[in-house]
């Protein structure tokens, strides 16, 4: 696999892959946390004035829940590439 653009180059003199791999993982969990968080906190019609209002609401949530998702897309993306690395520097 070619590595994708903006990863990083892993080498004997830099940083090793496992290093990244456990704060990807940490970092992951977090959003994973987020996500729940999130949709523990589902806006509610009963919250707000008019459907109008609501509909804006519950648009932005998902928005916010989407952006999470594509960051947590890619940490699964750079995870692969650093495990694919650890292997070969073995």
């Excluded at 019609?45 to 897309?73: C, S």
Aim: aromatic share 12%.
């Amino acid at each position: 696999m070619e590595r994708p653009k903006g990863f990083p180059f892993y080498h004997w003199n830099g940083t090793p892959p496992i290093h990244h791999l456990e704060s990807l993982s940490e970092a992951y969990s977090a959003l994973n946390a987020a996500i729940v968080a999130l949709c523990e906190s589902t806006p509610n019609m009963r919250d707000y004035y008019g459907l109008e209002e609501f509909n804006f609401a519950l648009q932005r949530h998902d928005e916010m829940k989407r952006k999470i998702g594509e960051v947590m897309q890619y940490i699964r993306d750079l995870s692969e590439w650093a495990c694919m690395n650890e292997e070969v520097r073995r």
